[in-house]
C-alpha cells in the first residue's frame, strides 16, 4: 500500500522465509501474516490472488489491516490444515464461500470490518472445531446458522442486517461471548439463553427479540448484559443478588415490580419499560453509599421512592425518575432524551393500573 513501510524487508533476491510476515518450517510456508493491527500498520491492497491456495502447509494467514477488494478466493477451501483465518478490517465484497466449510481444522474466523453481503453459509456452522467467529460489522443477511463446534466461544455477529429467530440448539453451551446486535432478529430467546451458562458478555441490543427474559441469566458470570431496545415483555424475578457491573434492559416492555436484588447492580438502565410500585428501600440505600453509580428508572409507572428530600446524592451516582406516577422527592439531572416532562400524565396511570390487574389475573 502506498506509504506503507510493512514489506520494506521483502527482498526477492533473497530467501522469502526471511520476509517480514512470512513464516516456515523447513521450506514450507505455515503462516502469511500480512500488516499489523496493533501498530496499525496497513498491509496489502488489491485482490487476494487465488495461487493462494497453493501454500499446502499453510495454517494462518491474515491481512489486517489493509486494502484489500473483491471477494475471497474458492482456493482457499484447498488449504486443508488452515486453523486461523483474519482478513479484517479491509473491502471485501461479495459473499463468504460457503466452501469454507471444507476448512476442518478452522479454529478461528475472521472477516469482521468488510462489505460482504449475502447469507452466512451453514456449511460454517459445521466446522467442528471452530473458536472464534467474528463477522461483525459487514452487511450480512438472512438467519443465524446452527453452529455445532461444542469449542465455540467467541461468535461476534453484531452490526449486519441478519433476520428471523434463534433455534433453541442453534448456539453451543460452550460460548463465552456471544453479540448479536444491530440486526434485525426475533422471536423468543428464552430457552437458548438458559443453555449458556458460561457466558461472561452478551449483548442482543438493538434487535426485535422477544419474550421473557429467564431470571436464571441473572446468575451467569457475566460482567456487562445489554438487552436494550427490544420486544421483551413480562416481569423479572433474579433467584438472588444480581452481581453484574452493567444491565441495560430499557427501551424494552417489561412490566411488574422492580427486585430489590437488582440494587447490587452498579450500573443498570431500567428506563422506558412498565413498570411499576415503589422503588426497594435497598436501591436508595446503595445510592446514597455511592454504591450504585447509574440508576435509571424514568419513562415508567413507578408510584414511590422512600428517599428523604434533603438527601444528598454523591457527585458520582446518576439518578433519573422522570416521567413517573409520582412527583420526584429528589430533583437530579436526566438524561437529554428523557424529555422534560416531569411526571406521566395521570390518566396514563389509571389506564396502565386497569392493565396491571389484568395481568396479575
Not at 513501510?5 to 520476509?19: E, G
Not at 483465518?85 to 471485501?92: G, H, I, Q, T
Request: charged share 15%; aromatic share 8%.
Amino acid at each position: 500500500m502506498p506509504g506503507s513501510n510493512f514489506f520494506a524487508s521483502w527482498d526477492f533476491t533473497s530467501d522469502p522465509c526471511n520476509f517480514a510476515g512470512v513464516y516456515c518450517d523447513v521450506d514450507k510456508v505455515i503462516a502469511l501474516n500480512l500488516g499489523d493491527p496493533r501498530a496499525g500498520s496497513p498491509g496489502l491492497i488489491g485482490r487476494l490472488d487465488p495461487a493462494i491456495g497453493k501454500l499446502s502447509a499453510l495454517t494462518e494467514f491474515s491481512v489486517v489491516p489493509g486494502r484489500i477488494i473483491g471477494s475471497l478466493p474458492q482456493s482457499l477451501s484447498q488449504l486443508k490444515d488452515l486453523r486461523f483465518l483474519a482478513v479484517s478490517r479491509n473491502f471485501l465484497s461479495s459473499g463468504i464461500p460457503a466452501t469454507l466449510g471444507m476448512l476442518r481444522n478452522l479454529r478461528t474466523l475472521d472477516l469482521s470490518y468488510n462489505q460482504l453481503t449475502g447469507e452466512i453459509p451453514n456449511s460454517i456452522g459445521t466446522i467442528p472445531e471452530l473458536a472464534n467467529v467474528i463477522l461483525c460489522h459487514n452487511r450480512l443477511s438472512g438467519w443465524v446458522p446452527p453452529f455445532l463446534s461444542q469449542s465455540l466461544t467467541r461468535l461476534d455477529l453484531k452490526h449486519n442486517d441478519l433476520t428471523g429467530s434463534l433455534g433453541p440448539s442453534s448456539l453451543p453451551p460452550s460460548l463465552h461471548y456471544l453479540s448479536l446486535s444491530w440486526n434485525r432478529l426475533s422471536g423468543p430467546v428464552d430457552r437458548i439463553l438458559n443453555r449458556l451458562d458460561q457466558l461472561n458478555y452478551l449483548d442482543l441490543s438493538m434487535n426485535q427479540f422477544s419474550g421473557g427474559i429467564p431470571g436464571r441469566i441473572f446468575t451467569f458470570p457475566i460482567t456487562n448484559l445489554q438487552l436494550q431496545r427490544n420486544l421483551f415483555t413480562g416481569p423479572l424475578q433474579p433467584p438472588n443478588q444480581v452481581t453484574i457491573e452493567t444491565v441495560d434492559l430499557s427501551y424494552n416492555r417489561l412490566w411488574g415490580e422492580i427486585s430489590p436484588m437488582f440494587s447490587t447492580v452498579q450500573n443498570l438502565y431500567l428506563n422506558n419499560n412498565r413498570f411499576t410500585g415503589q422503588v426497594p428501600g435497598s436501591f436508595v440505600d446503595r445510592l446514597l453509599a455511592a454504591s450504585i453509580q447509574i440508576l435509571y428508572l424514568q419513562h415508567n409507572y413507578l408510584t414511590g421512592i422512600d428517599i428523604n428530600p434533603a438527601a444528598q446524592i454523591p457527585s458520582s451516582s446518576s439518578l433519573c425518575l422522570q416521567y413517573n406516577c409520582m412527583v420526584s422527592p429528589v430533583q437530579t439531572p436526566c438524561p437529554l432524551k428523557a424529555g422534560k416532562q416531569k411526571t406521566r400524565p395521570a390518566a396514563q396511570c389509571n389506564e396502565w393500573r386497569g392493565k396491571v390487574g389484568i395481568h396479575q389475573i
